[in-house]
């Protein structure tokens, strides 16, 4: 697909941090808030793009908002070309947050280290028409380096009233009448415009994990095996002991965006009733996100280096990783490695990240405990996805839980035998001489703490 910068003259962009207590459902409206407060004359003929990116571990939203005549037309002169930013390019770049501000063609862009905030102003420079400074990197433009890429995703209307702030999301880009802001008309197209309804996407697989885990360990229960897998349905698969199956029902009729599908293959051991679980989509009303497929492999491979060299790091031992290749129709990265403990937590940690980073999702995830319980065996799969669709939600505590979910217990035997290797040796007196009697032999020996000649056996 063919790409084109946007110039700054066509559209303007605000950068605006993300409360911690923001809940998902709320960060539509406080975008619309905080827009209607940084643009001049904020209207009916805008439309926005909302990305979500994190800088330091603070996140933040970067909306870019052009005019909907103006993208309109657009869309009609560069037929099948996907658009994006001199901003949106940069705030990907790996170095982002230490590359300090830069001219670019007509616009100042960058990471304000003293006020520690992104910025993305417009400056009076010299630009020729239709030449950008980015014009060469547009053949390695990742998808989520464009904006106004999903129509259903990103297109949004903004819609004002006596001080009223609404939303109306369309299925198509619309042009709103300036001469009368009731009306609302498509463009003269097949494109049909839908009623507007709030669209409820499934959390991130790690999420989900970790409350489920969460809630199992309180109620006393362990998890042998987790498999998500957002391709099949029911996705997800538990297999545990400990819990009866009215607990179980208790514990999954917690969760709005789940439904308990099934339980199967009932046994005991050693009295304890041990369960497999379903869960599904299936009447919750909430939409698994669709991944899309990554381009050119060269393109990635900082991103999986990354990432990977972030895991052994903290010392995760991986077995086996997959790349995604157009030619064996692999559409995901793939990566299975073992962790211990808390080590698991930090691994899930740094997956979470590099997904708010590179606007990546889990699309599969199996993990197993064995060897005695004392290891975590993890198969991760990642896709693409459309960033505007992740889930801001905090569930940091519920991450702790995960390994106490799974009953891990560390390897003592190790541990063990290091003590008996190291314990304290004490060594016998050396022996000076003997003498035969008549009752057998007699030890002489000197004591090394007081140079006495004593007899093994007596105090004198």
């Not at 003259?9 to 905080?34: C, G, M, N, W």
């Not at 994006?84 to 007509?106: A, M, Q, R, W, Y």
């Not at 129509?151 to 819609?159: D, E, G, I, M």
């Not at 514990?251 to 046994?267: A, K, N, P």
Request: hydrophobic share 40%; aromatic share 10%.
């Amino acid at each position: 697909m063919k790409k084109k910068i946007i110039p700054r003259q066509d559209h303007e962009v605000y950068f605006f941090p993300v409360p911690e207590d923001l809940k998902s459902k709320q960060i539509r409206t406080y975008a619309i808030e905080q827009l209607e407060k940084l643009h001049p004359a904020f209207s009916l003929d805008l439309i926005f793009d909302l990305q979500r990116l994190v800088f330091d571990k603070k996140h933040w939203i970067m909306a870019t908002v052009m005019n909907s005549e103006t993208l309109a037309e657009y869309k009609i002169l560069y037929e099948k070309t996907a658009f994006c930013t001199n901003t949106s390019i940069l705030v990907h770049k790996k170095e982002f947050t230490k590359n300090g501000l830069t001219v670019v063609d007509d616009e100042q862009i960058g990471f304000d280290k003293e006020k520690n905030e992104p910025i993305s102003i417009p400056v009076e420079a010299e630009k020729k028409d239709d030449t950008y400074a980015l014009e060469t990197e547009l053949k390695t433009v990742q998808p989520w380096q464009e904006v106004f890429a999903k129509k259903k995703s990103r297109q949004y209307v903004a819609a004002m009233s006596t001080g009223i702030l609404g939303m109306i999301l369309i299925s198509s880009i619309l042009i709103i009448g300036a001469k009368d802001p009731g009306e609302i008309r498509p463009l003269e197209t097949d494109m049909s415009i839908e009623p507007w309804t709030e669209v409820k996407y499934f959390p991130p697989a790690i999420e989900i994990l970790a409350r489920i885990s969460a809630d199992i360990f309180r109620a006393g229960g362990n998890m042998l095996r987790w498999r998500y897998d957002e391709d099949a349905e029911p996705f997800i698969e538990i297999q545990m002991r400990g819990l009866d199956a009215l607990t179980i029902y208790q514990i999954c009729g917690q969760y709005e965006y789940l439904s308990l599908q099934d339980i199967r293959d009932v046994w005991y051991d050693e009295g304890e009733p041990c369960i497999t679980i379903y869960l599904g989509a299936e009447r919750t009303g909430h939409t698994v996100i669709n991944g899309g497929k990554f381009s050119a492999q060269s393109s990635i491979l900082p991103m999986i280096v990354d990432l990977s060299s972030c895991l052994k790091q903290q010392k995760i031992t991986i077995a086996s990783e997959t790349l995604p290749t157009n030619d064996s129709g692999e559409p995901f990265y793939t990566i299975a490695y073992t962790a211990k403990d808390w080590n698991l937590v930090r691994s899930l940690e740094i997956i979470s990240t590099a997904c708010d980073e590179f606007q990546l999702r889990v699309k599969k995830m199996d993990i197993t405990i064995g060897n005695g319980n004392s290891i975590l065996i993890v198969i991760c799969a990642l896709s693409w996805v459309d960033i505007s669709n992740n889930i801001f939600t905090n569930f940091e505590d519920e991450l702790d839980k995960i390994p106490l979910a799974f009953g891990y217990k560390e390897d003592v035997s190790y541990i063990a035998t290091q003590s008996i290797m190291t314990a304290e040796i004490i060594p016998e007196p050396p022996v000076i001489g003997s003498i035969m009697d008549g009752t057998g032999q007699i030890i002489f020996y000197r004591d090394t703490g007081t140079g006495k000649i004593r007899i093994r056996g007596t105090n004198d």
